[in-house]
Every structure is written in structure tokens, then in C-alpha cells.
């Protein structure tokens, strides 16, 4: 029996913690088993390079759980995207990505390969078990879901968004402090989610429970309201840039500081539209997306805002990488053991999907069919504790 790993995309807080699931379970359940990991993702694949997993680390998988990143590397790779893969150097021209990657499972003698990843990751391995089930080669594919914004359908919560919210919070905590440096402080807090809210939520819910939880001195700078959130751009929410110009006006007059937190999707398509009507290209990667980066939300928002509000000094700080990066919290922790651990089960059981928290089965820990697997998965804005968050801010 030999076992391969790949994790793929942006990092979560989740990567080495599942590796290290993995591992556990395998080591109950087939300990002879032959596990390796494909270096940096479909990447390594296509070149093969890959890395046998040794008994050190087989048993010392604790260390792993305490990680952020991943031990075995990651990137973006679509493959099928050929021009991309081409001019990456990673196939040669006239040669198929997919049927690269797949001869080189079929070459090492893969069994069970466990891909973690978004959605992209996932159904790309999907193909590959297809196309190699053509070509009388049995390849069972198990996925976990990786992404920091929780936008996989019909998946409730996926591995490490919990925790990049709690990081994000925390990165703010810090942040926050800024408003003492200046009168009439703007602060946007730039939060990823390309076409989801739900991390730009969570992370101003976390943050605006920890601060609920801290003491203030109000008889001299220190006061709540200064340290609080002012206002939560998401995409699912149409912005009233003038009822917000108005709104956070009269904040910025009454308390000197305005603090935003902003999903980098917010407001993108008005930017794009900006961009595109002024002849100028929108950069995109290998998926297609556009490269937010280059757009820069957060300063666009910035520039916005502070001449409506007259702000004397703006900040605009990214925790993306700050809460991504991290090792999982105890939450994400159990539940990625749990997956692991069923992932491994239903792997050797011959079965092929993604493990997940099904939205279609009560939100119950299952082995979901590859083909219900899908990105864009919007943010809910009607749960009772965002609305929650919005009442208290006084932006509803």
C-alpha cells in the first residue's frame, strides 16, 4: 500500500496539522503502509519530485499539529491550465499537464493519494482519479477542504478558517493602537475574501468579543469606541458610499478615529470597472482570478474615504498573511484530527471524495462526492451573530 500527500493553494492553518492527522491515522490502521508527499503541490507532481515520509516523523506527528505552513511545500498550479504549466516549466510544449501528473502516480505505484486544498485542488485530483480509472488504473482520491474564506460548497466550515479569523483579530489588537498616533485616525483593516465575507465577519466578530472582554480608562484616550469597529465591508453586502460617508463623518467628528474592516473583495468590481475603463489590463493567475494585489482594495477604499472624512492620517494593514500562516487553534484542531482520521478510514474503505461538514446532511462529518465540490460559496449576512455585530456597531 503506498499513500501520497499534496497540499495545494494559498497556505491555511491547516496544512501540517492535516498531514500530521493523517499520518496518526495511518498509523493505526495500516502502519506498513508507504506514505510520501509530492514537494510543493501539483508542482512536484508534474516534475516528481516527492519525498518519502520517514518513521521519525511518523511519530513525532505532534510537532506537526504546532505548524503553520506546510512540511511538504505548496503552490498554485491548475493543471488544466497548459499555457500556464508550459510557461511555468513544468511540461514541455504539446504535452498534457493531466496526463502528466497521472502517468507519474501511475510510475510511483500510488494507491490512495489525500489532497488538501480549496476547491480548485480537489477537483483537480477528481480528474485525475477519472482519467486514470479510464486507463483501468484504480486511484482512490480523498480531500480535505482547505481555505482560509470558507466558500466551499456544500461544505459548513473548512479546515483553518477559524483559526485565520482568531489571528486576524489578534493582528488588529495590535494594530488598533495606531489610533493614538494621530488625530483624526483612519485605520482599514484589509481582510482576504475574493467573492466571500465570511473571514472578514468572523475576524470583526472575534475582534469585537476580545475587546468586550478587555478594561478601558475612558477619563483619558483610552476608550472603547476608539478601539472598536466602526464599519464591515463584505461582498454580499451592496456599500451606500454616501450613507457610509455620512455615517462614519459624524464617528470620525465625535471619537477621532474610524477603524474599517474591509473583505478585499468588497467593492472589487467597481474598481475593475475604474481600471478597465481607463484602458488599462487587470492581472490574473493561473485560475483566472484577478490578481487583488495589483488592484489594492485597501487603498482604494483608503483614498476614498479619508477625503470624505477628513482623516489627517490613514493605515491600511493586511492580516491575510498573518492569519494564514498560523499553527491551528484547538477548535480547528479537533476538527481536522477527526478528518484526517475519517479521511483515512474512507480511503481505505476504496472510496473516493471530500471529507467535509456537509451543508445537505445536517452539517455532519462526511465523505462528500466530488462532483458537488465547488468554489464561490457566498457568506450568509443574515446570521443572527453577524447581524449581531452590525447593530452594535450602529451600521444597521
Not at 172 to 184: K, L, V
Not at 283 to 304: C, M, S, Y
Not at 324 to 341: E, V, W, Y
Request: aromatic share 8%.
Amino acid at each position: 500500500m503506498k499513500i501520497a500527500f499534496l497540499t495545494s493553494g494559498g497556505i491555511a492553518p491547516c496544512l501540517s496539522a492535516s498531514i500530521g492527522a493523517l499520518i496518526d491515522a495511518y498509523n493505526n490502521l495500516s502502519p506498513k503502509a508507504e506514505l510520501i508527499g509530492y514537494l510543493h503541490g501539483y508542482r512536484g507532481l508534474l516534475l516528481g519530485n516527492s519525498i518519502v515520509i520517514p518513521e521519525k516523523v511518523k511519530y513525532n506527528t505532534g510537532i506537526l499539529y504546532n505548524f503553520g505552513g506546510s512540511p511538504i511545500g505548496n503552490s498554485r498550479v491548475k493543471l488544466t491550465n497548459i499555457d500556464s504549466c508550459i510557461k511555468a516549466g513544468y511540461v514541455k510544449e504539446g504535452e498534457i499537464p493531466l496526463e502528466i501528473a497521472a502517468n507519474q502516480l501511475v510510475k510511483d505505484g500510488i494507491d490512495i493519494l489525500h489532497t488538501i486544498g480549496g476547491d480548485d485542488t480537489n477537483t483537480m485530483a477528481a480528474q485525475l482519479s477519472c482519467y486514470l480509472k479510464e486507463k483501468n488504473y484504480d486511484l482512490t482520491v480523498v480531500g480535505l477542504p482547505k481555505t482560509v474564506d470558507n466558500d466551499v460548497y456544500p461544505i459548513s466550515q473548512t479546515l483553518g478558517a477559524w483559526t485565520a479569523a482568531e489571528q486576524g483579530a489578534i493582528f488588529f489588537e495590535n494594530i488598533a493602537n495606531e489610533n493614538t498616533t494621530s488625530h483624526r485616525q483612519l485605520i482599514i483593516h484589509e481582510v482576504m475574501g475574493r467573492h466571500c465575507g465570511w473571514l472578514t465577519a468572523y475576524t470583526a466578530k472575534e475582534y469585537h468579543e476580545r475587546l468586550n472582554q478587555k478594561e478601558f480608562l475612558p477619563e483619558i484616550l483610552i476608550e472603547k469606541n476608539r478601539w472598536d469597529v466602526d464599519a464591515v465591508y463584505i461582498p454580499e453586502i451592496e456599500i451606500d458610499f454616501n450613507k457610509e460617508y455620512s455615517r462614519l463623518r459624524k464617528l470620525m467628528d465625535e471619537k477621532d478615529s474610524v477603524n474599517i474592516f474591509l473583505s478585499e473583495g468588497a467593492g472589487t468590481g467597481t474598481i475593475i470597472r475604474e481600471i478597465e475603463n481607463k484602458g488599462e489590463t487587470v492581472t490574473r493567475d493561473a485560475f483566472g482570478h484577478v490578481a487583488l494585489d495589483t488592484i489594492n482594495p485597501g487603498q482604494w477604499f483608503a483614498e476614498k474615504f479619508a477625503e470624505k472624512l477628513n482623516a489627517h492620517k490613514t493605515l491600511v494593514q493586511k492580516s491575510g498573511y498573518f492569519g494564514r500562516s498560523a499553527a491551528p487553534n484547538k477548535k480547528d484542531l479537533d476538527l481536522i484530527k477527526l478528518s484526517g482520521k475519517l479521511g483515512a478510514e474512507t480511503a481505505l474503505g476504496g472510496q473516493s471524495g471530500v471529507i467535509g461538514l456537509d451543508d445537505d446532511n445536517n452539517a455532519s462529518l462526511s465523505l462528500i462526492d466530488f462532483e458537488r465540490i465547488k468554489g464561490g460559496k457566498p457568506f450568509d449576512p443574515t446570521v443572527s451573530w453577524f447581524k449581531k455585530i452590525l447593530t452594535d456597531i450602529g451600521q444597521k
